[in-house]
């Protein structure tokens, strides 16, 4: 089959069309026939193998599924031994830890869930990672109700987009932190507030938030909390960081910080599970939640893809189609 195949961690440059040997799905696993899969920063540092600390998981001295990628929609083609609730035929989307930018892919079955009627294969490939860590971090860690007020920053980005209209599901009143030009994109999110980041500082106003999502952590903690309500919950949520360890030195010292103040501090990594998918699918059906797509690029352009997320400034997500 084709896929985009990478042999060395690297630039995007060592990512390229390659012919593959097609997967067998194994038991509790179905073989999708991907029609298009989603990229996001975690991705990219994948590939990269920088922070260092992914190769702990991916392998020391190159990625062990050449294979990039994570989220994925398309349609079950096989299944392994033991799988009961999927059928070929079947659309899905969710996510696999052996690779995504190709052809096919093999997929435990637990990390899937049907495409709800009329949305389509692109939008749901867009889904399950950055949706699901907006979903965790407002549900879960900042425990979000109605009419408490939420601060987004990157809310133009993958996860802040759908943070966005997740935390407007929830009942919050919403202010968006993004730049000049996606002040309209966020506000056709639902956003009731937008801040531009680019003539505007919010830790030096007024204003204090119960919940704020931080996925860019652009300002240090003390800034953060000014902005901060007295017992409000902030999740710094950026992968961004150091070399070898990535977001550690960051969380650590979020984690030690709250041990000495009111204010929840409340680094997280999200994680994927089942029924949060088949939660983001009632809110895909409902209509509650709709994915943005920046940009849709072919298979054999997968590298480019994985470039313009890594640049940082993605309006939404970036979807590969296969
Ligand atoms: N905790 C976890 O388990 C977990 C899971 C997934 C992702 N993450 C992390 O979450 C972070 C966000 O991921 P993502 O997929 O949303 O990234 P993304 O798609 O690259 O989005 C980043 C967004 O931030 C905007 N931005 C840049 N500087 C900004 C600033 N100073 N203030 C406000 N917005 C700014 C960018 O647009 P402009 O540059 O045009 O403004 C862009 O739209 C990443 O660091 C990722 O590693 C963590």
């Known amino acids: 089959m084709q896929a985009a195949f990478q042999r060395r961690y690297g630039p995007p440059s060592v990512v390229e069309p390659s012919e593959v040997e097609l997967p067998l799905p194994r038991k509790g696993e179905v073989l999708v026939r991907v029609g298009a899969a989603s990229v996001h920063p975690g991705d990219y540092f994948v590939m990269t193998g920088v922070p260092y600390l992914v190769r702990l998981v991916y392998g ?7 294979i990039p990628g994570r989220d994925l929609a398309g349609v079950v083609t ?6 009961s609730a999927l059928r070929p035929g079947d659309e899905v989307f969710g996510w696999s830890t052996t690779g995504t930018l190709a052809q096919y892919a093999r997929v435990p079955e637990r990390n899937l869930a049907l495409v709800p009627a009329d949305v389509s294969v692109t939008a749901a490939a867009a889904v399950p990672t950055s949706a699901m860590t907006a979903l965790q971090a407002l ?5 979000v109700r109605p009419g408490q007020s939420v601060l987004v920053t990157g809310a ?4 802040g987009s759908f943070a966005v209209q997740i935390a407007k599901a929830f009942g919050a009143e919403v202010t968006a932190v993004c730049s000049t030009r996606n002040i309209g994109m966020v506000r056709s999110l639902g956003a009731d507030h937008v801040v531009d980041y680019t003539t505007t500082d919010f830790t030096r ?8 999502l931080d996925n860019v952590e652009a300002q240090p903690l003390a800034a953060m909390r ?21 977001p550690l030195g960051r969380i650590a010292k979020a984690r030690i910080l709250s041990g000495f103040t009111r204010q929840r501090l409340k680094p997280f990594t999200s994680f994927g599970k089942r029924a ?16 943005v797509i920046d940009r849709i690029y072919p298979l054999d352009e997968a590298a480019d893809a994985l470039r313009h997320v890594g640049a940082g400034h993605t309006r939404g997500k970036v979807v590969v189609t296969v």
């Open 205 to 212: 106003a007024d204003k204090r938030y119960d919940v704020i």
């Open 139 to 143: 549900r879960d860690i900042a425990e």
């Open 60 to 66: 020391f001295r190159r990625p062990r599924h050449g």
């Open 78 to 83: 096989a299944i392994g031994a033991g799988v």
């Open 156 to 159: 133009s980005g993958g996860v």
């Open 226 to 246: 000014r902005a901060l309500a007295p017992t409000g919950t902030l999740i710094p949520n950026s992968g961004r960081g150091s070399r070898w360890l990535g």
């Open 276 to 291: 949060d998918l088949l939660a983001l699918a009632d809110l895909l059906a409902t209509g509650m939640v709709t994915p």
